[in-house]
């Protein structure tokens, strides 16, 4: 005899089944990571105490772990995170005063007394040691607000996207098809949505360029069944290593130049401004306190630069790569 479960359990199944994704996520992609390094990463939990982030086993029903790998022979340093937390937000602050979101949906919650809220999610920033090598981000998240088993409002969100120093357009490519077939299963209208977003998002307004050469990214997503979009956010975290790490193989044992590697630290200089004046996500957590502001820092490059009106060589590599940023491209 079949039964239908109360919204409840539902729930608590559904939060269940989206930390262990994420988990699988992280833990997998370190050690498929650390496979092809020959480095180990390593590993801090943390824990909240007097609102305040220290060093120790995370408590409760929250977990919340940082991991770094320094000085590895393929990559320079990579920053990786894990969280699945319930917490509150300050009295007064709502997740868009707070930089969460763009829209006022989830702020119909009275927030004098604080909003209680559940987040879950993974993310890896990796520099390579190499040049030639492109820098990767990728994120995915699970947001709600209300109680842990009756939310208000909740959503996906999150992405990959690559940050070359010398663009490849073979790279370019496969990255974006991994990505498109992965989307393509679920929705034809995805990919050419999500692409936009990640171009319109991962654009450094004050330079009039974007970050990188894109991939996907979407927010807020809550438009079909929690369950029918974690499906697809599952697939996704599972293509993130099938496109980025062939990248990796290809290119790292490439030869390159100082004047290559000066251009590497400029790159991750634009990486650097786009963390400290665009991204959302890292000023919500700051101000709300979601985030250890040691996991900002850990996904910073080891070692950047500013060069003043470094403007690229005509007709060079660099000045090819400057002009696709100040105009993203189609790739597939």
């Given at each position: ?65 940082d991991?770094?790998?320094l000085?590895?022979t ?17 009295p007064?602050?709502?997740?868009q ?32 040691r ?44 496969h ?13 034809v ?13 991962f ?9 990188g ?88 490059p ?10 690229p ?20």
């Amino acid at each position: 005899m079949l039964t239908t479960l109360e919204p409840k359990q539902q729930q608590e199944n559904l939060l269940k089944a989206t930390k262990s994704v994420f988990r699988q996520m992280f833990d997998d992609t370190c050690q498929a990571i650390e496979q092809l390094d020959g480095t180990a990463f390593t590993e801090q939990p943390w824990t909240r105490e007097n609102n305040t982030w220290v060093m120790g086993e995370s408590k409760g029903d929250s977990i919340y772990i940082d991991r770094a790998l320094l000085g590895g022979t393929v990559f320079e340093k990579i920053g990786v995170n894990y969280v699945a937390i319930n917490g509150e937000l300050p009295p007064g602050m709502t997740f868009q005063k707070a930089g969460a979101l763009a829209t006022d949906e989830a702020d119909q919650i009275d927030s004098e007394k604080g909003t209680p809220f559940f987040a879950t999610g993974t993310s890896f920033v990796i520099h390579p040691r190499n040049p030639m090598v492109p820098i990767v981000h990728c994120n995915y998240r699970y947001f709600q607000v209300g109680k842990i088993s009756e939310p208000q409002y909740w959503w996906f969100g999150g992405g990959a996207d690559l940050t070359p120093a010398y663009l490849f357009e073979e790279d370019a490519v496969h990255f974006h098809k991994a990505h498109k077939a992965v989307c393509d299963q679920y929705d034809v209208a995805y990919y050419p949505r999500f692409k936009k977003w990640c171009d319109d998002y991962f654009h450094i307004s004050h330079r009039g360029e974007s970050r990188g050469i894109g991939g996907i990214f979407f927010d807020q997503l809550n438009h079909l069944p929690a369950e029918q979009l974690l499906e697809f956010v599952t697939d996704c975290t599972k293509v993130f290593p099938q496109a980025y790490l062939p990248i990796v193989e290809r290119c790292k044992d490439m030869s390159f130049t100082e004047e290559n590697k000066q251009w590497q630290r400029i790159v991750r200089g634009r990486y650097v401004e786009f963390i400290l004046t665009s991204d959302r996500g890292a000023r919500f957590g700051l101000a709300s306190g979601m985030v250890n502001h040691q996991s900002i820092f850990n996904c910073m490059p080891p070692a950047a630069s500013w060069t003043y009106d470094d403007q690229p060589n005509l007709g060079s590599q660099e000045a090819s790569l400057r002009a696709v940023l100040k105009q993203p491209r189609e790739w597939v």
